[in-house]
């Protein structure tokens, strides 16, 4: 069997899908996006299908390597982004080749379903039970928040309990046998977080995400040590390298995105390496739905897996969805907050391709907002 093509989509609300075409028929669909830079990683990916065009599919670790080494300049999220999106297109092809599941060539599963959550947004504390209340109608145990809106270096005492009263919110309409995870998005800087931690450790946050921005590892070792809240990182990494010094600081929970951490063959090594440190794993993905599928495979294989995010109604899908793009949008059914374990080949889902082909044809520009403090300077968004 070789690689007869490679075709990549652009598909709103912000999304970029890739479709690898065998001469035997198959066809395996990945997602391979940075938000905001999709026509980038477009390239990219066109720029990787000179190599794989040709190839057997289902070397998938002789390309992933290639992919990653064979050039001078290596990594980065764009690079790593698009082979993820090839990666998981080629466990797609690959379970569909020997017709099972990907979690299946990864091991066999350990687990028969999968904890999801929902996101609920946060930004105004008076929206936040109305929003817990929805998701609880919807059977979800866990949701996750915005911890704060923007943030000076230094935390007013107003801004500080704003923080809280959020949190706070959220836990009475959760009650003691539901979670909220509360998402720092890096808008936090050092100092900030090792003051609100503290503060938030009686309300018992499941996690407390990405409390400040990639560049400041170095620092996570004493937010760490500076409260009891387990602490989540890891959406913007990209490679095991990456989570090497997160993990010797101590952090709870890695987060590598499968759209942006090498695909399935990456995301699950990062998974060992956390086991050894004694960490969960619970990829982000905001994303799609071939991202979204491609993270419960690995999570099924994967024992020291936590909880899946996922994007269904999310703000950022206005107009278009995870389920618009299916043939069967069953597969993502959540029955009282999680999904049960598929046998379906490959990646468990049927992409609708003329769905795919048309929302192509409209495309997408989509930016993230650009954030100001009062002062006008730039803001962490």
Known sequence: MKITAIETFLVPPR?????????EGIVGWGEPVVEGRADTVRTAVQELADY??????????????????????????????????????????????????????L???????????????????????????????EGFTAVKMNGSAQLGPIATVAETDAALERLAAAREALGP????????????????????????????PLFVEEPVVPELGAQLASIVAASSVPIATGERLFGRRDFVEPLAAGVAVVQ??????????????????????????????????????????????????????QSLGIHYN????????????????????WVHRSTAPGLGIEV???????????????????????DGSLAEW
């Open 15 to 23: 999304w970029l899908f890739c479709r690898i075409e065998t001469d």
């Open 52 to 105: 794989l065009v040709g190839q057997d599919p289902l070397r998938i670790e002789e390309h992933w390597q290639v992919m990653t080494k064979a050039t001078f300049y290596r990594g980065g999220p764009v690079l790593s982004s698009a082979v993820a999106g090839l990666d998981q297109a080629l466990w797609d092809i690959a379970g569909k080749t020997y017709g099972a599941p990907v979690h299946a060539l």
């Open 107 to 137: 091991g066999g599963p350990v687990r028969d379903r999968i904890r999801m959550y929902s996101w609920i947004g946060g930004d105004e504390p008076a929206e936040i039970a109305d929003g817990i209340a929805e998701k609880i109608a």
């Open 177 to 204: 046998d539901r979670d909220v995870a509360v998402d720092f998005h890096g808008r936090v800087s050092p100092a900030n977080a090792r003051r609100l931690l503290p503060l938030m450790a009686p309300l018992h």
């Open 256 to 309: 590598p995105d499968l759209s942006h951490a090498g695909g399935i063959s990456e995301v699950r090594r990062i998974a060992a390496q956390a086991e050894v440190a004694g960490a969960s794993l619970a990829p982000h993905c905001p994303l799609g739905p071939i991202a979204l599928a491609a993270s419960l495979q690995v999570g099924f294989a994967t024992p020291n897996f936590l909880i899946q995010e």
């Open 318 to 337: 206005v107009g278009n969805d995870l389920l618009d793009y299916l043939v069967d949008p069953a597969v993502f059914r959540f029955d009282d907050g």
């Open 352 to 374: 609708d391709e003329d769905a795919v082909r048309r929302a192509d044809e409209i495309g997408h520009r989509w930016r993230a907002t650009i954030w100001r403090h009062a």
